[in-house]
């Protein structure tokens, strides 16, 4: 997809670990407006101290506060919508849609 802003519902979100063992989640969103609706975007939020923020703003994002130690069952953001601005980013030789950053949805979606 082009770079920019799009309005994203979460499908799946699933705990894992990354290939250096760290915990993470792994979250499923879809595009839901416009040309590209239906189609799917993936982010990783990796769970330690260094990029522990980006989950936070993904959160702050879906009216879920994050402040301090916090148990997340993962099944509270399914079907939760935001707005999500993609760049496009190379992995492995080819490109990908990355989020750069998230938002909160707008006011027509509220938080589903």
Known sequence: ?????????????????SSQGNP???VKFAVVTGEFEG???FNNYTLTEKSLW??????????IKAAG????DPT????KTLTVDLITD?????????????KKA???FGLL
Do not use: C, F, W
């Open 1 to 17: 997809m082009p770079d920019g802003e799009y309005v994203v519902v979460i499908e799946a979100a699933e705990p894992k670990h």
């Open 24 to 26: 993470m989640l792994n």
């Open 39 to 41: 189609r799917k975007v």
């Open 54 to 63: 980006v989950l936070k703003q993904m959160l702050a994002a879906i009216g």
């Open 69 to 72: 130690k916090m148990d997340l």
């Open 76 to 79: 509270e953001m399914l079907g």
């Open 90 to 102: 190379e992995y492995n030789g080819s490109p990908r849609n990355k989020i750069k950053t998230h």
């Open 106 to 108: 707008p006011e027509e």
